[in-house]
């Protein structure tokens, strides 16, 4: 392991103990759910253990339906897509999230709006918000983003007075609640990621949510190939001869289905979330405790209305004026070396982002000249997204919220080390 060049300070630990607690988590319950599917031979579309895993992410997000996808980006596309957004519509997108945010907006022939972010939470910025509805604007898709909440109070205030529907983009926030809502429940559709790095996770995967019984039902439709979705009647349905009921009659689509395999370890995962998420915000919290100690540390910011935190990956902004000028990517190369945990950056923001390119794609995007205009990213500005990605972000993996203050205590202690030996690390 990388060691940082100090005399003097405290030992690094020793990560051939593999000091952190291990993602992704399963155990024995898991190994008996899978050969339970293996041996049904039912693998796929509406077994009941997707069936389960529905009604019971349904009930624990506090909303009406819960519907299983493919992955985290197409749940977006789908809702999208059932909400009847395309060709002339604009989406107001944070420029700080993953690529697939924007990514699902030209998908439906849209055009993604990207605005800033505030600093403190590095969510979307209501005003920036604001400033970018036109005419044309049809949804607002903000990201709860890391261990922060979109303030969905002014957000939802904007819908409501502009006549837009909300998409919430909660692949970081499962389980997280504002004011006793919990994420996914507040706008009109929520999206949530099972990929293998989020808090719930079957390797890949998505959900769903919305209380809007017919937009539902559309949306699953949309998932399975346009047909009309009939609940419980399929459950007994031989799917190993492609018996599946209803074709047609109801709308163009798609493949985007899960297995009955992801969704046994969905159901059991489920069952470890709740206390997971309280073993992450007790640490999390404690953890800000301690930076809020040191100089040139600053914890996001905990909004008073989130009620329950449910952190994703753990963030904090870093300002080197007070490191000596150590430069951001020193300090996490140090932090690394300390901890034995990978430290990154923020995503890259979108209007510079290599993984978000859409003029690469020319036979699918280039419908007319003033469309592959509005889809060039590089035309928005995005000065607070870049500056905290490029000088101020710092990111570790959740799964070092789930180990004991002990550790929280560790982290806290590494920075401080490197706060006090900055001028070495300079060479």
């Known amino acids: 392991m990388k060691k940082l060049a100090i005399n003097g300070g405290i030992p690094s630990r020793d990560t051939n103990k593999n000091p952190w607690p291990k993602w992704p988590v399963w155990g024995k319950e898991e190994e008996v759910a899978l050969i339970e ?45 059932a909400l009847g957004i395309g060709v002339g519509d604009e989406v107001i997108v944070p420029g700080l999230t993953w690529q697939a945010t924007a990514a699902t907006v030209i998908d439906v022939n849209a055009t993604p709006i990207l605005v800033d972010i505030c600093e403190d939470t590095w969510c979307i910025d209501p005003k920036e918000i604001e400033k970018a509805i036109t005419p044309r604007t049809k949804a607002i898709m903000p990201v709860h983003l890391y261990g922060a909440f979109a303030d969905m109070d002014a957000i939802m205030a904007i819908a409501k007075k502009h006549n837009l529907y909300v998409i919430e983009d909660c692949a970081h ?35 769903i949510t919305t209380n809007d019984t017919d937009l539902a039902e559309k949306m699953d439709a949309l998932r399975n190939v346009g047909r009309r979705p009939e609940g419980d009647s399929l459950i007994g349905a031989d799917k190993g001869i492609g018996d599946y009921g209803d074709d047609g009659n109801f709308i163009q689509s798609g493949n985007y289905r899960i297995t009955e395999f992801q969704a046994a370890i969905l159901v059991e995962g489920l069952k ?28 996001l910011k905990k909004d008073d209305r989130e ?74 500005s995005l000065p607070v997204c870049e500056r905290i990605f490029k000088e101020e972000s710092v990111c570790v993996h959740h799964k070092v919220l789930m180990g004991t203050k002990a550790d929280m205590d560790l982290v806290a202690t590494a920075i401080k080390k490197i706060y006090t030996h900055a001028e070495e690390l300079m060479n």
């Open 37 to 81: 599917v293996l041996n049904s031979g039912v693998w796929s579309y509406n077994g009941p253990k997707e069936m389960e895993f529905n009604k019971l992410f349904a009930e624990y997000t506090g909303v009406k339906h819960s519907i299983c996808v493919v992955n985290g980006t197409i749940t977006m596309q789908i809702a999208l897509e």
């Open 307 to 380: 009620t329950k935190k449910a952190y994703f990956n753990f963030a904090f902004r870093y300002d080197s004026s007070k490191f000596k000028n150590l430069p951001i990517e020193k300090f996490r190369s140090a932090l690394e070396a300390e901890l034995g945990i990978i430290v990154d950056a923020c995503y890259e923001p979108l209007n510079n982002c290599s993984l978000y390119v859409p003029h690469t794609k020319p036979s699918r995007h280039k419908l007319n000249d003033a469309y592959w205009k509005a889809i060039d990213p590089k035309r928005f």
């Open 272 to 299: 470890r979330l709740p206390e997971q998420n309280e073993n992450r915000d007790a640490n999390g919290a404690y953890l800000n405790t301690l930076l809020k100690e040191i100089e040139g540390v600053t914890p």
């Open 173 to 207: 926030k499962h389980g997280g609640e504002w004011k006793g809502k919990k994420a996914g429940s507040i706008g009109n559709v929520g999206s949530f990621s099972f990929q293998l790095s989020k808090h719930l996770t079957a390797g890949e995967g998505g959900s």
